[in-house]
């Protein structure tokens, strides 16, 4: 059984940094494409960046770009979402989620595995 596992959530004041990691366990073969969503109280989730395993392709949604940036370790099983500069609107519960059979990979791509999230706070 696929399972997503986050960490590296925390409270960090404005201007801060944090770094979201994300492992895939249960299944031989690395995701397609991963990618970092968040969801804050009463908003919709909201898709943050993707990421190709295929060919290291990134998608990022606009508010978090030239601040965030997604990654992946060479087992392609750990993905990374390094945070700079955060915001109070930063503020959310993140969530990691991964897919083999998409068919596309960028911020808005359907995924069918999900973590349990991991929260990060910023304070205004």
């Known amino acids: 059984q696929v399972r997503l596992v986050e960490s590296g959530g925390g409270s960090v004041q404005a201007g801060g940094s944090l770094r979201l990691s994300c492992t895939v366990s249960?299944?031989?073969?690395?995701?397609?494409?991963m990618g970092w969503f968040r969801q804050a109280p009463g908003e919709e989730r909201e898709g943050v960046a993707s990421?190709?395993?295929?060919?290291?392709?990134?998608d990022y949604v606009d508010s978090v770009k030239g601040r965030f940036t997604i990654s992946q370790d060479n087992t392609k099983k750990t993905l990374y979402l390094q945070m700079n500069s955060l915001k109070p609107e930063d503020t959310a519960l993140y969530y990691c989620?991964?897919?083999?059979?998409?068919?596309?990979?960028?911020?808005?791509?359907?995924?069918?595995?999900w973590g349990q999230g991991t929260q990060v706070t910023v304070p205004s």
């Open positions: 990421f190709k395993s295929s060919n290291g392709a990134r």
């Open positions: 989620a991964a897919g083999w059979r998409v068919g596309s990979c960028y911020v808005g791509t359907d995924f069918p595995h």
């Open positions: 249960g299944i031989t073969y690395s995701p397609y494409c």
